[in-house]
């Protein structure tokens, strides 16, 4: 039995078991089964996912993220989690602060530390439905959709503290207009009274609710400007309190983000791994 060392970060309560795998690869730990337990809350580390950071062969770009939901399930992004690997690769020299570009299963993304905290730009998104063919229920106002590395549905509510996220999260999540895409994510946003916006999401994968999601809030900035609702740049306060801004560009039909939010390590510690 060897220790592997990881650190244990947090992006908004988005919470995630990171491991630098550029020299000694990932191995068993990139398995369901032990994914699933280091996930466990109470009985393992206690995660949203686990994050490899690896060797990349693209050229101009300093390392790969790879990244698997708590079920041990592949997710081609998180926004969360790629901001707390910018924080991470910054400290451990895999990257440059000022500036830094690593590959995902979803693209190339370029990133830097600005004033302390995490930025990331991430692709064009250019799939985004104003309208989704999900029917509206009571207490929401409309639903769209936008692919952002992975699949969102985005409701827009009048209110979010009497939602009842799992129940209504998982039946969109396997909603038949996005199943046969492996189901989705589901946003759900509400103005506050002071002109902000909070933000709830149920995510595939965990299959709860979490603090926050990187991704799921940029498709919700998205579809805000969509609507009318927000303009280029929109602050959103996650179910953890805090908050994450994203910034947008237009390019022809394609929306430009940039993610800003917290990328903050919790602990380190040793794993055992047989």
Known sequence: M????????????????????????????????????????????????????????????????????????????CGNASLCVTSLAAKLGAGRAQGMRFETDSGIATSRMTGGLPEVDLWPVTDVRPTAGIAAESGEVRIGYAIVGNPHVVVQRDELETLEIV??????????????????????????????????????????????????????????????????????????????????????SAWLPTLRGEGRIVFRGQLPVD
């Open 2 to 77: 060897s220790d592997r060392e990881f650190f244990k970060m947090t992006g908004s309560g988005n919470d995630f078991v990171v491991f630098d795998a550029r020299v000694e690869p990932a191995g068993p730990l990139a398995t369901p089964e032990v994914i699933r337990e280091v996930c466990a809350r109470g009985t393992g580390v206690g995660a949203d996912g686990i994050v490899f950071i690896e060797p990349t062969a693209v050229p101009d770009v300093q390392f790969r993220m790879r990244y698997f939901n708590s079920d041990g399930s592949v997710a081609e992004m």
């Open 167 to 252: 129940h209504r999260g998982r039946a969109i999540r396997l909603h038949d207009y996005v199943r046969a895409g492996g189901g989705a994510n589901a946003n759900f946003v509400a103005r506050r009274a002071d002109g902000g916006f909070d933000i709830r999401t149920y995510e595939r994968g965990v299959e709860d609710e979490t603090l926050a999601c990187g991704t799921g809030s940029v498709s919700t900035a998205i579809l805000l400007a969509e609507w009318k609702e927000a303009g280029l740049e929109t602050t959103l306060r996650t179910r953890s309190g805090r908050e994450i801004t994203i910034k947008l560009r237009r390019e022809g």
